[in-house]
């Protein structure tokens, strides 16, 4: 099985800043990987999908990069409503596990 | 436009059944797989099984294999995960969710996930 690694797994920042998450892969899973948002009491949300396409309707202060078995999304100006847990997920294989998730708060 | 409705909450005893649903509208239900992910409280998102409702092929996690089961009705749009026999550790928030292949395989739109609570 693939397995993914988030980090890290929670991290304090202010609005306006610019933020960082990783996931890396335990093999290589070419550009495979989707990143999702999930706010308190709701559904996760597809923000990213194949490394680095943004989902229609994401706003463009999110992206994504890399590839094989490094991955990184960054939020360019953290805002308000981005404060969430964030998950990187892999479609490499049919049941592509998520990380562990990423909790952003309030700094 | 597209949704995924989940039935609503429920609370049950141990070594009850139970089969919740997810139903699809707005695009073709049998040309898309669905997925169910459990989320423990305060914990991550797990896959459990998926299935293809055009012809029913269902696949699932090695650790929920043998502990629920995923079916489809094509001719009502709907998924379904059921138990026969409930364990308080099933007692989860559990979501469907659609895969689209021109997204690379991503999941893009989620039902709005129905609660599961398993107490005597």
């Known amino acids: 099985d693939i397995q993914m690694t988030q980090s890290p797994s929670s991290l304090s920042a202010s609005v306006g800043d610019r933020v960082t998450i990783t996931c890396r892969a335990s093999q290589s899973i070419s550009s495979y990987l989707n990143w999702y948002q999930q706010k308190p009491g709701k559904a996760p949300k597809l923000l990213i999908y194949?490394?680095?396409s943004l989902q229609s309707g994401v706003p463009s202060r999110f992206s994504g990069s890399g590839s094989g078995t490094d991955f990184t999304l960054t939020i360019s100006s953290l805002q308000p409503e981005d404060f969430a847990t964030y998950y990187c997920?892999?479609?490499?294989?049919?049941?592509?596990?998520f990380g562990g998730g990423t909790k952003v708060e309030i700094k | 436009e597209v949704q995924l409705v989940q039935s609503g909450a429920e609370v049950k005893k141990p070594g009850e059944s139970l089969k919740i649903s997810c139903k699809g509208s707005g695009y073709s239900f049998t040309s898309y797989w669905i997925g169910w992910v459990r989320q423990m409280p305060g914990k991550g998102l797990e896959w459990m099984g998926i299935?293809?409702?055009?012809?029913?092929?269902?696949r699932y996690s090695p650790s929920f294999q043998g502990q629920v089961t995923i079916s489809a009705d094509k001719s009502i749009s709907t998924a379904y995960l059921q138990w026969s026999s409930l364990k308080a550790s099933d007692t989860a928030m559990y979501y469907c969710?659609?895969?689209?292949?021109?997204?690379?395989?991503?999941?893009?739109?989620w039902g709005q996930g129905t609660l599961v609570t398993v107490s005597s």
């Open positions: 969710a659609r895969r689209d292949e021109t997204l690379g395989w991503g999941w893009d739109y």
């Open positions: 299935i293809y409702p055009g012809d029913s092929d269902t």
């Open positions: 997920q892999q479609s490499y294989s049919t049941l592509g596990a």
């Open positions: 194949a490394a680095s």
